[in-house]
T-cell receptor, first 112, second 109 residues
Framework: DAEITQSPRHKITETGRQVTLACHQT?????MFWYRQDLGHGLRLIHY???????NKGEVSDGYSVSRSNTEDLPLTLESAASSQTSVYFC???????????FGQGTRLTVV | QKEVEQNSGPLSVPEGAIASLNCTYS??????FFWYRQYSGKSPELIMS????GDKEDGRFTAQLNKASQYVSLLIRDSQPSDSATYLC?????????FGAGTTVTVRA
């Protein structure tokens, strides 16, 4: 069955370190998204991509970057981790058009 | 103004009652609307999608859409303890999904 997977599921890192969270989908969806979820804020969009070599900033993109070298993967990089980036991160993908998004299992990141 | 706003919770309802969740959005050109359910510690899962004005029913769930009022709602009939979760309203604008902060529902046995 097609799916979307995130790794790692849990990560503890130190302030100032570079961290990369992986997201891999097997649906062949063009559209992929990264959200962070914090209490009281719901899901906030970090970056998104409509296809290979396309990336766009979301509402909370500062301190994060993404790259899209193939259809299946959209890794999220925290250039220099900060305590404010402690959160649960969700990757999602969707087909073209007004369709639903499918979510990965989430990555819980703690920056100490 | 936030793009998507949901009625503040938490919402506590007795088993068998109707839970009513509301959502308003700011982008008038939005074309599709979704309700996701998220259990604690899990990822969001789709329970309803709605694209045109009116009601859409799926089992115990009914979604209502009023584009003129920029309003989406979700009714959960005959609420069960298993419905206890956070419900997220999502609105599709410019090919990206924007989410509300969520409403936490607790169904009391």
């Amino acid at each position: 069955d097609a799916e979307i997977t995130q790794s790692p599921r849990h990560k503890i890192t130190e302030t100032g370190r570079q961290v990369t969270l992986a997201c891999h989908q097997t649906w062949n969806h063009n559209n992929m998204f990264w959200y962070r979820q914090d209490l009281g804020h719901g899901l906030r969009l970090i970056h998104y991509s409509y296809g290979v070599q396309d990336t766009n900033k979301g509402e909370v993109s500062d301190g994060y970057s993404v790259s899209r070298s193939n259809t299946e993967d959209l890794p999220l990089t925290l250039e220099s981790a900060a305590s404010s980036q402690t959160s649960v991160y969700f990757c999602a993908s969707r087909d073209d058009g007004n369709t639903e998004a499918f979510f990965g299992q989430g990555t819980r990141l703690t920056v100490v | 103004q936030k793009e998507v706003e949901q009625n503040s919770g938490p919402l506590s309802v007795p088993e068998g009652a109707i839970a009513s969740l509301n959502c308003t959005y700011s982008d008038r050109v939005s074309q599709s609307f979704f309700w996701y359910r998220q259990y604690s510690g899990k990822s969001p899962e789709l329970i309803m999608s709605i694209y045109s004005n009116g009601d859409k029913e799926d089992g115990r769930f009914t979604a209502q859409l009023n584009k003129a009022s920029q309003y989406v709602s979700l009714l959960i009939r005959d609420s069960q303890p298993s419905d206890s979760a956070t419900y997220l309203c999502a609105v599709n604008g410019d090919y990206k999904l924007s989410f509300g902060a969520g409403t936490t529902v607790t169904v009391r046995a």
